[in-house]
């Protein structure tokens, strides 16, 4: 394994905020009918069904009704000229997208074509067993359809986030330091010690703090790029990060 302390690090400054947004994506999916756009579109569906999946199923429908649902939403969504909710002046991503959804369980969806799973215009990861566990796992009984939409988003959110890191490190080829250090990003639980990485990793102590310094700063500059995409300005970050932050701890 390569040592931490040779300065190898993907670079935590991550480039171009505020270019392209969740919003951008959808406007321009909207505007014109490109592979391009209808691309990012449907990747940015596929990052996010699942927390439109538990809201669904916190409205009392069951799994499989709960799955077409959330596919025939998005299949509709996806579907150009039905973008006419899509202004980012409404406030964040995550509030217009289940204020969409919202409207379209308010509509008589029953009279409609109802797109089955792995049918319609779109194919999403709807894995009904996965999702099912993960549902029972997650949520306690007292939990608002809303706000297990908004931890779930949350979590998403998290889930990204760590995602993409694990691929700035591959890119520089530190995926196993990034497997060995992650369980530091919100500080040590006291299970595996500094002095014992650093020797598992066959470098020092110091070397190790230094490289969990990098990746908690990289983490931060990756947590706000993600958010940077949900929100309409950046001057709504850091009260969105705090929001979500608030979330995931329970304080909210």
Do not use: N
Not at 17 to 39: D, I, K, N, R, Y
Not at 76 to 87: T, Y
Request: proline share 4%; charged share 25%; glycine share 8%.
């Amino acid at each position: 394994m390569d040592s931490p302390s040779d300065g190898v690090e993907p670079s935590a400054k991550v480039p171009g905020l505020f270019t392209t947004t969740h919003w951008s994506v959808v406007l321009a999916a909207g505007q014109e009918a490109s592979p391009q756009s209808a691309e990012a579109l449907e990747k940015l569906c596929g990052a996010y069904w699942y927390p439109l999946y538990v809201y669904v199923r916190r409205r009392g429908y069951g799994p499989e009704d709960a799955q077409d649902l959330t596919q025939q939403f998005f299949a509709r969504f996806l579907e150009k000229g039905s973008f006419s909710l899509a202004d980012p002046s409404r406030g964040r991503f995550r509030t217009f997208l289940l204020k969409s959804l919202q409207h379209f369980l308010a509509d008589d969806w029953k009279r409609a074509h109802r797109a089955k799973r792995g049918g319609g215009t779109v194919e999403l990861p709807l894995d009904g067993v996965v999702a099912e566990a993960r549902y029972a796992a997650e949520l306690t009984d007292t939990m608002t359809p809303e706000r297990a939409y908004e931890e779930r988003w949350a979590l998403t959110l998290l889930e990204q986030v760590l995602g993409r890191m694990r691929e700035d490190y591959a890119r520089v080829g530190k995926a196993r330091l990034f497997e060995a250090l992650q369980d530091f990003l919100w500080g040590s639980d006291g299970s595996v010690s500094y002095a014992a990485l650093a020797q598992d990793l066959a470098t020092t102590e110091g070397a190790l703090r230094v490289a969990v310094h990098r990746l908690r700063e990289h983490y931060r500059d990756r947590l706000r790029a993600e958010v940077v995409q949900t929100v309409s300005s950046p001057g709504e970050v850091d009260a969105e990060l705090r929001y979500l932050i608030g979330v995931i701890s329970g304080a909210k």
